[in-house]
C-alpha cells in the first residue's frame, strides 16, 4: 500500500463532516452503505473534495453499489424547507411558508446538514426585525428623546458621559447596539440550541445536536419578520413555539409532549423560579 | 490523535474565519460599550441560593480585567473565560492571516471517534477543576 493510500480520508454529506475515516473503513463502508458513491471527499495533497464515486482506488477495487444500498436506491427526496435547496429570495419566503403552514412535512425532510444555511436564513429573516426596532426606538427618541432623559439624568441613573450626550447621540448608540446584537446572532442562537438539546438529552433524541440547532434555527427564525409587529406578535409567537415543538419531535423521533416538556414547561418553570426569587429578593430589600 | 490539519473547505461547510471572528469583534466591541456605559448584570442567583458560584461567575470580572489589561487577575478571576477570550484572539488574528493571504487551505482541528469520546472526559474533568478554582478563589 502506498503512502497516500494510507493517510486518512475526509468525508463530508450534505454540507456536514461526516469524520475521518481510513481508506479501508471508506471501502468497507461503500459495500454496506454506510457510505454513499456522492458522498465528498478529501486527503492530504488533494486539490478540492471529490465525490467518493470518482475516486480510483475505489472504482478500481470494483465496490458493488448494491440495491441494498440506501443513498443510491433511494430516488432522492426533496429537501426542505426550501433554503436548504438554495438562498434565493422566493426560498425566503417559501422557507416561511414550508415551516409556517407545513411544519410537519418541513421537518421530516429537513437534510442532514451544516449550520451555514439556518445561520444565513436567521440573518436574512431577523434583518427586517432590527430594521423594524431601530426604526421605532429611532423614531420614538426623535418624537420624545428630551422627554425619556430629562428624568433619568436628573435621578443619576445615567452613567456620567452620557449626560453631556445629545439625543442624537443616544439614537446612534442604540443603533450601533442592536447592530452588534445581529453580529452576535449566530452565538446566541448555537447557545440556545445548546441547551435546548442538553433538555432533550433524558428523552433520548435521535439527531446530534447539530441537527437541534438546524431545526430551532429555522423554527424560530421563520417567525422573526412577524414577532415584532404590533397584535400580529399574539399569533406568531404561539405559533413559533408549535413550529418548533413539531420540528425537533420530527427530526429527533421524540413524543412532541415530551419535546414540550423540555421546550415549554421546564424554561417556564426555571424562568418563574427566577422572578419569584427575584420578587422575593426585591421586597426582602424594600422591607 | 488530535491534530490539525489545513484542508479546503467542503461546499456548504460554515466559514469559521467569517463568523467567529465575528462574533468574536462584535461580542468584544459590545461589552466594551457596556462597560462604557456602566451598566451593570443582575447578581447570580445561583450563587445568592448556595452560596457558591456557578461556573460563569467570575467572567465579567475577568472581562472587565482583561478590559483594563491586567491579565493576571482576569485569569484568576475566570480561567476558562481568559482561556476563550485567547482562542478567540488567536482565531480572529489567523482569520486576518487567512483573508490578507487569500488563503484557500483552512485550519481545522482534526481527531478519530476514540479521541473525541477521550476529549469529552477531558473536558468535563477540566469543567469539575475550574469550578473547584472557582469555589476556592471567589469566596475567600
Known sequence: MGLMARMPIHVARNSAQLGIFSAEEIQAGLQAGRFSPTDLAWREGMAGWTPLGEWAEFRASNVPISSSNQFSAEAPVQPMPAWERGPSLAHFFQTIRDVALNPVRTFDALPIGGFAKPITFTYWASLPAVLLGTLIYGLLFSLMGDEILRPLKAAGNMPAFLNDVSTGAVIILIGVGLGLLFLLIPLSSMVGAALTHLLLLPWGPQGTYRQTYRATSYAQAAFFPFIFIPCLNYVAGPWQVVAIVIGLSRVHKIEWWKVLISTVVVPCCCACFGYAALFAMLAKSWR | ?140
Open chain 2, 1 to 140: 490523535m488530535f491534530s490539525f490539519v489545513r484542508r479546503p473547505a467542503y461546499p456548504g461547510e460554515l466559514n469559521h474565519e467569517l463568523v467567529w471572528p465575528l462574533a468574536f469583534l462584535g461580542g468584544s466591541a459590545f461589552a466594551a460599550i457596556w462597560f462604557q456605559i456602566g451598566l451593570k448584570l443582575p447578581d447570580c442567583i445561583f450563587f445568592k441560593f448556595t452560596g457558591l458560584p456557578c461556573l460563569g461567575c467570575g467572567g465579567t470580572r475577568c472581562a472587565r480585567h482583561l478590559e483594563s489589561l491586567d491579565f493576571s487577575q482576569a485569569f484568576l478571576f475566570h480561567p476558562g473565560f481568559f482561556l476563550i477570550m485567547v482562542v478567540g484572539g488567536a482565531w480572529t488574528l489567523y482569520s486576518a492571516v487567512f483573508w490578507l493571504r487569500r488563503d484557500t487551505l483552512r485550519l481545522r482541528p482534526a481527531w478519530s471517534g476514540a479521541d473525541s469520546l477521550r476529549l469529552r472526559w477531558v473536558v468535563a474533568v477540566l469543567l469539575l477543576v475550574h469550578w473547584a478554582w472557582q469555589c476556592y478563589y471567589l469566596t475567600r
